[in-house]
């Protein structure tokens, strides 16, 4: 059986209840395909709300989580905390999450470990900078972010692997189809040799950086890219056409 295509949005730090509420509705009125598995992740305080009103079939991840259960951590929210109020993915190890709040390989290793635990799903997102890829170390970086995770689990079949090189998110650029699927095809041979063939051939890769409903069918061709994780054309009805790249 096959990979199932998965497409996740993530809202980032955008909307208000008005327009998040329409996204959902547009969402429960479109006719989207059915071998695709779609989640969305708005901010934290509208998870509820997108929980409450998302038809069946749409599933619901937080952008954040902490490794702890529970205790003195302000402004944190726990993996726990997330199940009871039946959120069932989250996001670990976002590009913005690793540069602007300075979130290092060991923290999101953490991250994810704790939800798995706890019986939340992970889209753990991993890629370079420019920098590091004008320098030919985007294989050394996604390796050490891939390392740091496997070194605190060993079941892979709760995480989806999102290839994020950071220079694509937000810019407009995209990775070419051939340096998407040449890091994916890294990535799928290091779940191979890394944590068993049994992994390589079930572990979804998705793609994220700049997709919209121009590239997203190109993408979608690739061998090794199994979807894609959305970012500014999520809040857009783009997304309906990105959802639906692989039907």
């Not at 709300?49 to 702890?68: C, M, P, S, T, Y």
């Not at 989806?160 to 810019?171: N, Q």
């Amino acid at each position: 059986m096959g990979r199932q295509f998965f497409v996740g949005g993530n809202f980032k730090m955008n909307g208000t209840i008005k327009s998040t509420t329409e996204i959902i509705q547009s969402l429960n009125d479109a006719s989207l395909d059915l071998k695709t598995e779609v989640v969305i992740a708005p901010p934290s305080i509208f998870l509820l709300l997108a929980r409450e009103h998302l038809r069946k079939g749409i599933e619901v991840a937080a952008q954040n989580v902490f490794d702890k259960s529970n205790g003195a951590f302000t402004g944190e929210i726990s993996a726990e905390q997330l199940k009871d109020s039946g959120i069932s993915w989250t996001l670990a190890g976002h590009s913005e999450r690793r540069v602007i709040l300075r979130e290092d390989d060991s923290f999101v290793a953490s991250k994810t470990k704790t939800a798995l635990e706890a019986g939340l799903k992970v889209i753990l997102c991993v890629g370079e900078t420019l920098e590091q890829r004008e320098s030919n170390r985007t294989i050394e970086v996604v390796e050490s972010q891939l390392n740091a995770v496997s070194e605190r689990t060993n079941d892979w079949t709760n995480i989806v692997i999102a290839y994020e090189p950071v220079w694509a998110i937000g810019t407009g650029k995209v990775a070419s189809t051939e340096q998407a699927q040449e890091v994916h095809a890294f990535i799928r041979k290091w779940l191979s040799s890394t944590i068993s063939k049994e992994a390589s051939a079930d572990t979804r890769i998705i793609y994220g950086g700049s997709v919209n409903d121009k590239n997203c069918k190109d993408l979608a061709k690739q061998e090794d890219i199994d979807g894609f994780l959305v970012g500014g054309a999520s809040l857009k009805p783009a997304f309906i056409d990105i959802i639906n790249s692989n039907a």
